[in-house]
Nanobody
Framework: QVHLVESGGGSVQAGGSLRLSCAASGNTDSRLCMAWFRQALGKEREGVAFIGNSGTPDYADSVKGRFTISRDNAKKTLYLEMNSLKPEDTATYYC???????????????????WGQGTQVTVSA
């Protein structure tokens, strides 16, 4: 069992920045892929950023060049640095572990195994 807790959400104006953190505990495995997803009101959950144990992280087209995913395996923490935020980035953001071990480019092809409770990000125009 893995427990994930997100933090760092909040309200910002367009163009602002936020840094999300996801602390993992329990039976963690630093080799596993991890990811950030988001779900806006009335929309389906979408994968935002994926990171494996090697390779360049994988991003949704909508956030490329603005978001950066990283992980600190020693601290068992996943991060999402979000810059140049837009109103359309408003959503609840979730971190997740992925049932895959490998380079970042393969992570999005596999299902998530554990989810955090989510943290709200609101971007005003």
């Amino acid at each position: 069992q893995v427990h994930l807790v997100e933090s760092g959400g909040g309200s910002v104006q367009a163009g602002g920045s936020l840094r999300l953190s996801c602390a993992a505990s329990g039976n963690t495995d630093s080799r596993l892929c991890m990811a950030w997803f988001r779900q806006a009101l009335g929309k389906e959950r979408e994968g935002v950023a994926f990171i494996g144990n090697s390779g360049t992280p994988d991003y949704a087209d909508s956030v490329k060049g603005r978001f950066t995913i990283s992980r600190d395996n020693a601290k068992k923490t996943l991060y999402l640095e979000m810059n140049s935020l837009k109103p359309e980035d408003t959503a609840t953001y979730y971190c997740a572990t992925i049932r895959a071990i490998g380079v970042s480019s393969v992570c999005r092809s596999y299902a998530a195994s554990y989810w955090g409770q989510g943290t709200q990000v609101t971007v005003s125009a």
